[in-house]
């Protein structure tokens, strides 16, 4: 833990005896702690001394993260100007500014110049500056950028505010044609064309615009030119690498939606590769993305024993297993591998690990589908049909879409014959199922397609077969 490095004197050891008893969670509230570690002070005290570990977290934190990336630095450089003007030392400050509004010219970050051409101003009072009439200049040009610039910023927000309202449920092509009138817009002003800003801001909503309209090819052209085309006009920098990481993520995605599996686990290679660029700065947050991406990739090709070897080595990465998130769906797909391998008693058992343990909803939701079709397989149909019967009531409320009630419907006479032979009844309902439900879509809610299994089961083949002739 980064408060290890403030430790310096016995008055700090009690904020690592409570720091560490926060981070192992093995107390409930803050009075079972109080009661086994500090007995011999009260609550108020108790609280200033959690007061002070905060505090003293919060500048660890700020000495880790100083030069993080360069918006963060820049908002340092500024602390350190206030403190060199406070020390009558200006010709530091006066440097420092100086860098700093090198850096964010660089960056295009318009709202961090604005901060420094005021406190050159605010310098200028104290300090002679030589070139104050070219820094006011600068100034002013950046305050007109600003105010075109927020403009613009606005409508792109509203566009992305849009596009989440409908849930990128609904095409709507007004917003499409109001993204392509920004851009010519943008286009005409050459200070705006050539802002990593505006391009950046840009290509998020025409992404997101894409996909409200399910259009996964456009996408996949758009983003595989737009990485390259801003990879040669040097856009990505440390301070836009999560965008570059995103925008890579979203092309892997729309691959496996257009089912190009073998292009897609090319592109997660890529971006593999991206996610060690600059040390690493967005290895934790984006490593599963390409796990994910790359297991389906080759799972989805029907290279099985590839997709199991890359859940082995998922499980050598610590900020997986760490993160109890990524372990219930690193669980899952072993589950699934499991019972294409015809192992289905360790799927179950395996199933069992994540299905107590789930907190959303909608994956409990489909993890308990999973379970009862688990025990039609094993023949185990008299507790199949408790559990569903359990199922039934539980989920009342959920139980509303057509799709998962006709199944339910379907499983439930499947676990009513008793025996593995299909009746015409149950085959006719299997038949309706699959003639309303049957499209496969890469990335479902369902880890095992209910259309593909019953399927399966009317042709006598393995799901795993079906499923590969069907994607």
Known sequence: MSLRRIYLNKKDIPIKILAEALRTDKYDNDQAIKDDLFPEINMNAFYRLKNRMNEEINKS???????????????NVLSL???????????????????????AIKNDHFSLLNLIYDQYVFLSGFYHI?????????????????????????????????????????KNDAI????????????????????????????????????????FKTM???????????????????????????????????????????????????????????????????????????????????????????????????????????QHFLILNRVVVLYNKGEIKQAHKSLGL????????????????????????????????????????????QLTEKRSIDFIQVLELLLKNQDNQIKDKVKSKMEAFLAEHNEFEPGSNEAIHYGIWLESKLSNESYYDVFLRTV
């Not at 530091?92 to 100086?98: G, H, N």
């Not at 994956?363 to 079709?373: A, N, Y």
């Open 61 to 75: 934190l700020l000495l880790l993260n100083y030069d993080k990336d360069d918006k963060i630095s820049i908002y």
């Open 81 to 103: 100007v206030q403190i060199f003007i406070y020390k009558a030392q200006y010709s530091f400050a006066y440097r420092l500014l100086k860098k700093a509004e090198k850096k």
């Open 130 to 170: 030589k070139e104050f009439d070219e820094i006011l200049k600068r100034k002013k040009k950046n305050d007109q950028l600003v105010r075109k610039a927020n403009e613009i910023d606005d409508v792109l927000s509203e566009i992305t505010w849009n596009l989440r309202k409908v849930n990128f449920q609904n």
């Open 176 to 215: 499409f044609q109001e993204l392509i009138k920004i851009k010519e817009k943008i286009n005409a002003d050459p200070e705006l064309t050539n802002s990593a800003h505006f391009k950046l801001k840009l290509e998020s909503c025409i992404r997101q615009s894409l996909l409200q309209q399910n259009d």
């Open 220 to 326: 996949q052209i758009f983003l595989k030119e737009t990485i390259a085309t801003y990879e040669k006009e040097k856009i990505f920098t440390k301070d836009t690498h999560k965008h570059k990481i995103v925008m890579q993520a979203w092309l892997v995605n729309a691959l496996l939606k257009l089912k190009h599996f073998d292009e897609a686990s090319n592109e997660a290679e890529n971006l593999k590769r991206y996610l060690s660029d600059f040390k690493g700065l967005q290895y934790k947050n984006y490593i599963w993305t390409y796990y994910q991406s790359h297991f389906a990739s080759n799972y989805f090709s029907g290279k099985l024993k590839e997709a199991e070897k890359i859940l082995d080595e998922l499980e050598e990465e610590t900020n997986i297993i760490e993160n109890s998130f990524y």
């Open 354 to 397: 994540i299905q107590q343990e789930a907190e959303e909803l909608s994956l409990q939701f489909h993890l308990d589908i999973l379970d009862i079709l688990f025990l039609y397989e094993q023949n185990d149909f008299s507790f199949g049909l408790r559990q569903l019967h359990m199922f039934k009531k539980r989920y009342k409320d």
